[in-house]
C-alpha cells in the first residue's frame, strides 16, 4: 500500500509484506518500528555518554579554579560552550529521544496489539531527520568560533547577534547558527514522530484493547506525543525567527536601544527596532514546559508498568494515572512564565503564573501517592527494572519538592538563576527520566535482544548511581540557598570564594566522576549480555502485557501473522480466583473470576 | 538485602537533607538586609517546613513499604484503588500548595508595584558587559535623557556628537569609541536635567529609605542580584522595570579592609553587600561584579552633597 500503512484483510489475518532482506533495508533505512527504536536508543546512549563527557570536563574546571600560579583547567569560552552543548545535547539528543523516540516506538505498538506503527516510511524519516539534527548539533564543535555559548536556551541579544562576543572569542559564531538550524531539524522529526504516535495509538489497537485496557506506558507515550506535537511548532518559530534575526537582519528579538562595543563601539550601526528579548522567551518557555513533561511522562509510563509487574498487583488508581498523566500535559501549557518570573514581563501575569503553576503539584501528588499505593500490599520482587523504578520514585519526589520554592514568584527573586534551580531539574528532569529509561532498559532487554542483562550488575549499577546521583545533587540545593549563581565559569566573589564552596564543588565534581564511572557498569551490562547473556524466554518477568506472548526477541511481524484479541487490562496480578499470580491481557475471558473487580 | 539498603539510603536522605537545614540559623544568607527580604525569608521557611515534612513522609513511607513489602511468599492483595481517598488526597494538596501561593503574593506586589512617594530614592541600574552603572538624578530630581548615540561622548552634548559624527563619516573615519567617557549616553551639556546626575560604579543608598532601583540592559540581558537584600531583576535591554526595596539597619561584621568609593568613610558605612549578575551575558558573565554600600542617612547626605558639588564642577569645566 503507497501509504506505508499496514491493511487488515480479514477477521484473525493481518496482510504484512515481506521482510527485507539485505543490510542496508533492514538495519538502516528500516521501516520496522522496533529498528527504528534501537536506533533512537543508541542514538541516546551515545549522546548521553557525549553529553556526560561535556558535564565531567566544566565541573573539573569547577573544582580546579585558577588562582596563584594555576591555569585554569577550560580556556577563554569553553566553559560556557561546553555547558551549552552539555543541557542541549541531554535535553534534546538524550532525554527527547530514548524515552519517547526509543522506547516507544519499539514497544508501544506491541503493546497495543499492531504490527508497526500507522506510518512506517514517516517512522524512519523522524529518525533520519533527529540523526541529520545531531549531525549539525556534533559539527557546531568543528566549525570556526566553535560551539555555541549562550546557554541551552540561547536568549537573545545575546544569541542573536555574533558581536555580542568580543572580537576573536569563541562561541558566538557558526556555531551558534548550526544550534538553532539543528533544533529546529529536531522539531520536525519530533512533529512527524508524534503524529505517528497519536494515530498509531488511536488507529492501530487490537481488538479489545480500549483505551482504559492499555498499559500506562503506551497512555505516556500518547499523551507525551500530543504534548510534543502542540510544542515543538512554537520552538520551531521561535528557532527561525531567531535564525531570521541572525542572518537576515530582522528585529523580531532585538529593540532599538541597543549599544554593543562591537558595534556601535568600532563605528558601525545598530540596524534593529522594534524587537523584544521577551517575546523570545515566551516562545522558548512556551516549548521549554512541555518539553520537561516531555522528557519525563515516558518515564512515568515506564515505571508505573514496571512497578505493577514486580508488585505482583493492579496498578493503584489506574484511571486517576491516566488522567493525573493528563492534567500534567493540559497544565503544562499553561505554567510557562514560571521559568520568566524574574525576566522583566508584566508582574500580574507572573501572579497568574505562580498560582498555575502550583496546580500542576496536585496530579503528581497523586501519581505518587498511587506508586506507594501499588507497592503497599504487594509482593516485592527487586530486580534491577524494580529498584531503578523505586529510585525513580525517591528522585520524582525530591526533584518536585524544590519546584514549590522555585513556583512561588516572591521566592524565586532569591532563587532565579542560582544553582537551586540547576539542582531542581536536573533532579526532576534529568535523573529522575533517566532513572525511568534505565529501569526500561532492564525490563525490555531480553526482549528486545533475545538475552537476559546480568541481574547483579544491574543491582550494583543501582546502588552507585543512586547514591552517585543524590551526592551530587543534593549539595547543589545547599550552594544555591547560600545565592551560588548559575553558569559562573570562576570565583571573583568573596561570597563564593569560601572553603564551604570550595569543597562542596570538589564533592559535587567527585561525586559526578563516581556516577558516571557507575554507567560503564552499565554499558558493559549491555554489551557482555548481547553475546554472552542467558537466552530470554517470552515472558522472564511473567508480566500482562501484549509484549509477553511473543517469542524474545519478537518476529518481524510481531505477532507472527495473528492479530491478538484483549480480554482483559494492563495490570491483572495476583487476581483472587485465578489460576496463577498473573492473567495477561489476552489471556480467555474466564481467567478473571467476574466479581474480581471491586467497585471502589 | 535490597529492601533494607534501600530502606537505609532513603532514610540518610531524608535525614541528610533536612537535619542540615534545619540546623541552620537561618536557610538563607545572613544578613538578611531589606524590609521586603524578611518576607521572602518567611515564605521560605514556611515552605520548607511543609515541604520537608511531605518530603519526609514521602521518602520514609517508601522505605517503610519496600521493607514491609519484600517478597516473603506472601501474596499480593487484589487493590485496584481507592477513589474517594485520591479524591481527597488532590484537594489537600491543591488547597495546600495554592494557599501557600496565595500567601506570598503580597511580597511580589509590593516589590514591584509599590508606587514611589517624595521619599522613596530612584536610582538607575543599567547592565552591560561586563560591569554595572548606577545614575542618580541629582538635585533637580530628574534624570537626564539617555541616547546610545551619547555613549562614550565626553561632552554630553547630543548635537555636538551628530555633527561630529556625520563629518567623520564624510571622511571615511572608523573610529573606537571610548565608552568610559559617558558609560550610558546621558545627554548632560549644562542646561539640560542630566547636567548634575550622579554616575557611580557602585550602589550607594541610606540606611531605612525606599529605594526603587530602575534596571535597564545595554547589550544583552544581564541581571541585577544582590544576596543580602534579597533583589534580583534582569536587566533586559529595550525595558526599563522597576523594583522597590528598603535596606533595614542589621549588623554586620564588616571585611577588615574596605575600600569604599570617593566621598565615603569607612565608619560610616553601615552594611556592604556584593552584587552579582544573574543572566548569562557572554564570557565574563562570573566576574561582573559591583558592591552595595549602606551607608547612614547623615553618611549619605554629605556624599550626595559631595557627588553633586563634583558634578557641577565638571560640568563648568566641560563648559570652559
Redesign the interface.
Known amino acids: 500500500m503507497s501509504s506505508g500503512a499496514v491493511g487488515v484483510d480479514e477477521e484473525h489475518e493481518v496482510h504484512v509484506h515481506t521482510p527485507p532482506t539485505s543490510f542496508i533495508w533492514k538495519y538502516v533505512f528500516s521501516t520496522d518500528h522496533k529498528v527504528i527504536g534501537i536506533q533512537y536508543y543508541t542514538l541516546g546512549l551515545i549522546s548521553m555518554f557525549v553529553g556526560v563527557t561535556l558535564s565531567l570536563l566544566f565541573r573539573w574546571h569547577l573544582s580546579h579554579p585558577a588562582g596563584e600560579g594555576v591555569k585554569p583547567f577550560l580556556e ?2 569553553q566553559y ?1 560552550q561546553y555547558l551549552t552543548m552539555h543541557g542541549t545535547i541531554l535535553v534534546f539528543m538524550v532525554l527527547t529521544t530514548a524515552p519517547l523516540g526509543g522506547f516507544g516506538n519499539y514497544v508501544l505498538p506491541i503493546q497495543i496489539g499492531a504490527v508497526d506503527m500507522a506510518f512506517p516510511r514517516l517512522n524512519m524519516l523522524s529518525f533520519w531527520i533527529t540523526f541529520a539534527s545531531w549531525v549539525t548539533l556534533m559539527a557546531a564543535f568543528f566549525v570556526p568560533g566553535g560551539a555555541p ?3 541551552w536556551t540561547g ?4 544569541s542573536a ?1 555574533p558581536e ?3 572580537e576573536g ?1 569563541t ?1 558566538m559564531n557558526w556555531g551558534q547558527s548550526l544550534w538553532v538550524l539543528s533544533i529546529a531539524l529536531f522539531c520536525i522529526a519530533s512533529l512527524v514522530g508524534a503524529i505517528n504516535f497519536i494515530v498509531t495509538t488511536l488507529d492501530l489497537r487490537a481488538r479489545g484493547m480500549t483505551l482504559m485496557r492499555m498499559p500506562l506506558s503506551v497512555w505516556a507515550w500518547f499523551l507525551t506525543a500530543i504534548i510534543a506535537l502542540l510544542s515543538f511548532a512554537v520552538l520551531m518559530i521561535g528557532g527561525l525567527l531567531l535564525l531570521l534575526d541572525r542572518h537576515l537582519g530582522t528585529s523580531f528579538f532585538l ?7 562591537g558595534i ?4 558601525k550601526e ?1 540596524s534593529h527596532k522594534g ?4 517575546l523570545y522567551q515566551h516562545l522558548f518557555w512556551f516549548f521549554g514546559h512541555p518539553e520537561v513533561y516531555i522528557a519525563i511522562l515516558p518515564s512515568m509510563g515506564i515505571v508505573s508498568h514496571i512497578i505493577a509487574n514486580f ?4 496498578i ?5 494515572m491516566v488522567y493525573a498523566m493528563a492534567a500534567i500535559g493540559f497544565l503544562g501549557f499553561i505554567v510557562w512564565g514560571h521559568h520568566m518570573f ?3 514581563m508584566s ?1 500580574y501575569l ?2 497568574a503564573f ?2 498555575l ?3 500542576i ?3 503528581s ?2 501519581k ?3 506508586w ?2 501499588t ?8 530486580t534491577a527494572a524494580m ?1 531503578f523504578s ?1 529510585g525513580f ?2 528522585l520524582f ?2 526533584g518536585g ?2 519546584g ?2 522555585l ?5 524565586d ?2 532563587f ?3 544553582y537551586f534551580v540547576v539542582a531542581h531539574f536536573h533532579l526532576i528532569m534529568g535523573v529522575a527520566s533517566l532513572f525511568g529509561i534505565v529501569a526500561g532498559t532492564y525490563y525490555w532487554f531480553p526482549k528486545m535482544m533475545g538475552r537476559c542483562m546480568n541481574e547483579t550488575l544491574g ?1 550494583l549499577h543501582f ?1 552507585g548511581t ?2 552517585g546521583v ?1 551526592m551530587i545533587f ?1 549539595p547543589m ?2 550552594i544555591g ?3 551560588h ?11 563564593l570564594n569560601t572553603p564551604e564552596m570550595h569543597i562542596s564543588h570538589t564533592l559535587i565534581t567527585h561525586a559526578a566522576i563516581f556516577t558516571a564511572a557507575m554507567q560503564i557498569i552499565f554499558v558493559g551490562n549491555m554489551l557482555w549480555s548481547l553475546v554472552a547473556g542467558k537466552k530470554a524466554t517470552e515472558n522472564p518477568w511473567e508480566g500482562t502485557s501484549l509484549e509477553w506472548t511473543m517469542a524474545s526477541p519478537p518476529p518481524w511481524d510481531n505477532f507472527g501473522g495473528k492479530e491478538p484479541v484483549v480480554h482483559h487490562g494492563a495490570y491483572e ?4 480466583g485465578a489460576a496463577k ?1 498473573y492473567v495477561m491481557q489476552t489471556d480467555p475471558p474466564e481467567a478473571v473470576p467476574a466479581n ?3 467497585p ?1 | 538485602m ?2 533494607f ?2 530502606a537505609f ?2 532514610l540518610a ?1 531524608v535525614l ?2 533536612i537535619i ?1 537545614m534545619a540546623m541552620r540559623d537561618s ?3 545572613q544578613p538578611l538586609a531589606s524590609e ?1 527580604g524578611k ?2 525569608d518567611d ?2 521557611r514556611l ?2 517546613w ?2 520537608g515534612i ?2 519526609s513522609l ?2 520514609l ?2 522505605a517503610y ?2 521493607i514491609k ?3 516473603r511468599g ?10 474517594k481517598f ?1 479524591v481527597s ?2 484537594a489537600l ?2 488547597i495546600l ?2 494557599s ?3 500567601m ?2 503580597h ?3 509590593g ?3 509599590k508606587k514611589p512617594d517624595e521619599n522613596t530614592i530612584k536610582i538607575e541600574c543599567t547592565g ?2 561586563f560591569e554595572w552603572h548606577f545614575r542618580y538624578p541629582g538635585k533637580d530630581g530628574v534624570f537626564g535623557n ?1 541616547d ?1 548615540r551619547l ?2 561622548v565626553e561632552s554630553g552634548d547630543l548635537a555636538k556628537a551628530l555633527e561630529k559624527e556625520e563629518k ?1 563619516k564624510a571622511a571615511g ?5 571610548d ?1 568610559a567617557k559617558n558609560l550610558v ?1 546621558v545627554e548632560w551639556k549644562s542646561g539640560t536635567p542630566g547636567a548634575d546626575d550622579i554616575h557611580t560604579s557602585d550602589l550607594i543608598i541610606p540606611v531605612d529609605r525606599e529605594i526603587e532601583l530602575q ?1 535597564r540592559g ?4 544581564h ?1 541585577v ?1 544582590v ?1 543580602e537584600l ?5 536587566a ?4 526599563r ?1 522597576n523594583v522597590h526595596f528598603k535596606a533595614i539597619n542589621v549588623p554586620q561584621k564588616l ?1 577588615e579592609k574596605l575600600s569604599p568609593p570617593q566621598h565615603i568613610d569607612a565608619q560610616d558605612v553601615v552594611n556592604y553587600f ?1 552584587l ?8 565574563n ?3 561582573m ?1 559591583s558592591h552595595v554600600w549602606v551607608l547612614k542617612q547623615d553618611a549619605y547626605d554629605r556624599w550626595l552633597k559631595a557627588m553633586n558639588d563634583d558634578v557641577v564642577k565638571a560640568a563648568e569645566d566641560r563648559d570652559k
Not at chain 1, 556601535?264 to 563605528?267: A, I, L, M, R, W
Not at chain 2, 545595554?218 to 540581558?221: A, K, L, P, T
Open positions: 577563554g569560552n560556557l555559548s549562550a546557554g536568549y537573545p541579544p545575546l547577534v555580542a562576543v568580543p572569542a562561541g529593540p532599538n536601544d541597543v549599544w554593543m562595543a556601535q563601539g568600532v563605528g545598530w524587537g523584544s528579548p521577551i508488585a505482583r498487583k493492579p493503584f488508581g489506574y484511571k486517576a524574574q525576566s522583566g508582574p507572573a501572579i505562580s498560582v503553576t502550583m496546580t503539584g496536585v496530579p501528588a497523586i505518587t501517592f498511587n506507594l499505593g507497592i503497599w500490599k504487594g509482593d516485592l520482587k527487586f529498584l523505586l520514585v525517591s519526589v525530591s519538592i524544590s514549590i520554592f513556583g512561588q514568584s516572591a521566592p527573586i532569591y532565579h538563576d542560582t543491582k546502588w543512586f547514591i543524590y543534593m540545593h545547599f540557598l547560600s545565592g549563581p548559575r553558569r559562573y565559569s570562576g570565583f571573583e566573589f568573596d561570597f496480578y495476583s487476581v483472587p499470580d474480581a473487580h471491586q471502589h | 535490597s529492601a539498603f534501600l539510603l532513603l536522605l541528610g537533607g542540615p536557610i538563607l544568607p521586603h518576607y521572602i515564605q521560605i515552605t520548607f511543609i515541604v511531605i518530603f514521602a521518602q513511607a517508601l513499604l519496600v513489602y519484600r517478597s506472601q501474596k499480593a492483595t487484589y487493590v485496584e484503588g481507592h477513589t485520591e488526597m488532590a494538596a491543591g500548595f495554592v501557600l501561593n496565595l506570598g503574593q511580597i511580589w506586589a516589590y514591584h508595584l552591560m558587559q539617555l546610545n555613549i562614550g567623520d573615519k572608523l573610529y573606537k569609541t565608552r549616553g534596571v545595554q547589550d544583552v540581558i541581571s542580584f544576596r534579597r533583589v534580583k531583576q534582569d533586559v535591554p529595550g525595558l522595570v571585611p556584593e552579582a549578575c544573574a543572566e548569562l551575558c557572554g564570557s558573565h562570573y566576574a561584579k
